[in-house]
């Protein structure tokens, strides 16, 4: 079945501008100052910032889970606009994916019922290829002998496993996650960037994560730096580290 949005051949996702200021009685905090940022079909991208610097806002703006204040959104073409919420919910079941820092499985569903509901809420195929696809997504994401197990069975690192399989089995537009290896031990959150890379590559999936770990930011090729609330061209001094060397001519 097709995408709720069109096709544009331009980025995915297109902003321009955007603002976002949340009000809290009388006073206001300016999460987002005039944010441009593109983002094109099968890029894996971090959004790395300090602890306030606006992460979880975008993110959430991308998602179509908040509204910016100002500015506009473009995702696959499309403008997103803030007031027509009952457009908002079959773009953000069918077209994007999220994956949350506390995994957010369903507890009383198996590995499998987990990923077949977001096809269903995504009304995408009927029963038997959604459970097809389901199991397809779980094999891809190593969890073949997990199936039937429900999620207070797996560990940290199953248990998003299993998220990103669920984010990813409705073949949504862009992949939005959220700090997703802050609840995991070192070599698990590398292994879950070692997935997003692997799934980029494989299913030219468009990935954004954020994060404030330096520890998994050398797979990602793209870093997206945010600072108060500002897209930064500085590179920080990893990806500064990571940048390729300059090499003189013999
Ligand atoms: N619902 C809200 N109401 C009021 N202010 C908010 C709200 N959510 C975020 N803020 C403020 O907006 C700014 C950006 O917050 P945000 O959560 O986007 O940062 P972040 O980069 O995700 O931080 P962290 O790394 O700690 O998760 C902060 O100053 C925060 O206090
Ligand atoms: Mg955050």
Redesign the pocket.
């Known amino acids: 079945m097709v995408s709720t949005l069109p096709t544009s051949g331009g980025p995915i996702v297109r902003l321009r501008s955007v603002t976002k200021v949340?009000k809290?009685g009388r006073s206001e905090?300016t999460?987002l100052h005039g944010v441009d940022l593109d983002i094109d079909e099968g890029e894996l991208g971090a959004l790395v910032?300090p602890?306030?610097?606006?992460?979880?806002?975008l993110l959430n703006i991308l998602g179509c889970l908040d509204v910016a204040s100002g500015g506009t959104y473009e995702l696959g073409g499309q403008p997103i606009v803030a007031q027509d919420s009952d457009l908002l919910a079959p773009i953000r079941s069918r077209d994007i994916g999220f994956v949350f820092q506390s995994f957010n499985l369903i507890p009383v569903l198996d590995v499998t019922e987990n990923v077949e509901l977001s096809l269903t809420c995504a009304g995408k195929h009927g029963p038997a290829e959604r459970r097809r696809r389901a199991e397809e997504m779980i094999d891809s994401v190593g969890l073949a002998s997990l199936r039937r197990h429900r999620p207070d069975e797996l560990s940290g690192g199953q248990r998003q496993r299993v998220a990103i399989a669920r984010a990813l089995a409705t073949e949504p537009r862009i992949v939005l996650a959220d700090?997703p290896t802050a609840s995991l031990d070192t070599e698990t959150a590398l292994e879950i960037i070692e997935l997003f890379v692997t799934l980029n590559r494989q299913r030219r999936a468009t990935i954004l994560f954020s994060t404030?770990d330096p520890r998994v930011l050398t797979h990602v090729r793209r870093l997206i730096h945010l600072k108060d609330g500002q897209l930064t061209d500085e590179p920080s001094p990893l990806a500064a580290a990571m940048a390729p060397q300059k090499t003189t001519a013999p």
């Open positions: 949340y809290l905090v999460a910032g602890s306030g610097s606006g992460k979880t806002t700090e404030h």
